[in-house]
C-alpha cells in the first residue's frame, strides 16, 4: 500500500539551530500538508501546498518555516531558528485531490527535539 | 473558535465490549467528519468518515454524526486488544471546495483489555 515516509523520525537539535525535515508523499499525490501536534496536545494544521506553492496556512505557520518541493518527490519544511516550543512531532501529509477530509494521507511523523 | 472537543478518556474496556466514542463540535460549516486512529508516537490513520449527517459503517466500526446537535460518534462492536489506541475525531469545512484542513480532536487513549 501507497504510503507518506517521513525522515528524520527523530531529531534532537539546539535552539537557533535551523532543521529541515523531509517527506516523500504518496506518488501520484497533488496536495501536500504539513501538521505538527505537541505532546499531549491536538494535531494542528500547519500548510498546504500545490502547483509548488503555499494554498494556506494557519497563523502557527510564521516567518521561521517555509516549504518547498525541491524535486519531483520530496516535501521539505524548514524551520530557519528553532524555538524550545518548535518541539513536536510533524507530521506530513498528501491527498490526490482537495476534496473530502477522506483521501489525506498521514506519514509516521518526524519528532523534533528542541533543547 | 473552531473547534473539536473529545472525551478525553483514558477509556479501559474488557475485549469484546462495545466502545463509544464521542466528540462535540461549534463550527456549523463543518460538513466532514472523520476518525483517525493512532498509535503511539506515530502517524494518525484514517479509520472512517462521513459527509454531513448519518451513519457510515464499516465491519466492526460505525460512525454516527448528528449535525443538529453537533455530536460526531464512532462506535467499535466486538473490540478487540489491537484496537488499543488514540482515536481522534476531525472536521472539515467545504470551503471553497478545498477541505483538506482538518480540525482534530485532542483524542481518546483507548485501552482493550484480553
Known amino acids: 500500500e501507497p504510503e507518506v515516509t517521513q525522515t528524520p523520525s527523530h531529531q534532537v537539535t539546539q535552539m537557533g539551530q535551523e532543521v529541515i525535515l523531509r517527506c516523500v508523499p504518496i506518488?501520484?499525490?497533488?496536495?501536500f500538508y504539513w501538521y505538527r501536534q505537541i505532546l499531549g496536545q491536538k494535531v494542528e494544521f500547519l500548510v498546504s501546498?500545490?502547483?509548488?506553492?503555499?494554498?494556506?496556512k494557519s497563523e502557527i505557520f510564521d516567518d521561521q518555516f517555509s516549504v518547498e518541493r525541491p524535486d519531483g518527490s520530496n516535501f521539505t519544511l524548514k524551520i530557519r531558528s528553532t524555538k524550545l516550543e518548535d518541539s513536536a512531532m510533524y507530521f506530513c501529509?498528501?491527498?490526490?485531490?482537495?476534496?473530502?477530509?477522506?483521501?489525506?494521507?498521514f506519514g509516521e511523523g518526524s519528532w523534533l527535539t528542541v533543547v | 473558535q473552531k473547534e473539536v472537543e473529545q472525551d478525553p478518556g483514558p477509556l479501559s474496556v474488557p475485549e469484546g465490549a462495545i466502545v463509544s466514542l464521542n466528540c462535540t463540535y461549534s463550527?456549523?460549516?463543518?460538513?466532514?467528519f472523520m476518525w483517525y486512529r493512532q498509535y503511539s508516537r506515530k502517524g494518525p490513520e484514517l479509520l472512517m468518515y462521513?459527509?454531513?449527517?448519518g451513519n457510515k459503517e464499516d465491519g466492526r466500526f460505525t460512525a454516527q454524526v448528528d449535525k443538529s446537535s453537533k455530536y460526531i460518534s464512532l462506535f467499535i462492536r466486538d473490540s478487540q486488544p489491537s484496537d488499543s489506541a488514540t482515536y481522534l475525531c476531525?472536521?472539515?469545512?467545504?470551503?471553497?471546495?478545498?477541505?483538506?484542513?482538518?480540525?482534530f480532536g485532542k483524542g481518546t487513549l483507548l485501552t482493550v483489555n484480553p
Open positions: 463550527n456549523s460549516a463543518f460538513q466532514y
Open positions: 501546498f500545490y502547483n509548488n506553492e503555499i494554498s494556506e
Open positions: 462521513t459527509y454531513s449527517s
Open positions: 501529509a498528501s491527498s490526490q485531490t482537495n476534496r473530502g477530509g477522506n483521501t489525506i494521507y
Open positions: 506518488s501520484n499525490h497533488l496536495y
Open positions: 476531525a472536521s472539515t469545512e467545504n470551503s471553497g471546495g478545498s477541505n483538506y484542513k482538518l480540525t
